[in-house]
């Protein structure tokens, strides 16, 4: 059985940091590209951050790019986000997929086999 769990999230002030960690398992770690994407209410889950099953390919979307980072762990299975000079408009309920697939970027939801229960971060301005 698959299991995908994040945690990290809260409450953070502007300009802040987080860091989500994901911790995976009943998968094939080192061979899944993994991704985060985040969903504010009334609105589509939206990508976020993926990266490659290997670290070396890495994709944001424009509106957190030199802000935030991914990277993971093969050994520890565990993918993170490290989330700097956080804005409101951050403030989403954070998930982490996983994708079995080959060759694909994980920026879209359709490349993901499994998800995580998500995490909520909020950003007070």
């Known amino acids: 059985q698959v299991q995908l769990v994040e945690a990290g999230g809260g409450l953070v002030r502007t300009g802040g940091s987080l860091r989500l960690s994901c911790l995976a398992s009943?998968?094939?770690?080192?061979?899944?590209?993994m991704g985060w994407f985040r969903r504010t209410p009334g609105k589509e889950r939206e990508f976020v951050a993926a990266?490659?099953?290997?670290?070396?390919?890495?994709y944001y979307t424009d509106s957190v790019q030199g802000r935030f980072t991914i990277s993971r762990d093969n050994a520890k299975n565990t993918m993170y986000l490290e989330m700097d000079y956080l804005k409101p408009e951050d403030s989403a309920v954070y998930y982490c997929?996983?994708?079995?697939?080959?060759?694909?970027?994980?920026?879209?939801?359709?490349?993901?086999?499994?998800w995580g229960q998500g995490t909520q971060v909020t950003v007070s301005a």
């Open positions: 997929g996983a994708s079995t697939k080959l060759y694909t970027s994980g920026q879209y939801m359709a490349q993901y086999d499994y």
């Open positions: 009943g998968l094939t770690f080192n061979s899944s590209t």
């Open positions: 990266i490659s099953y290997s670290g070396h390919s890495r």
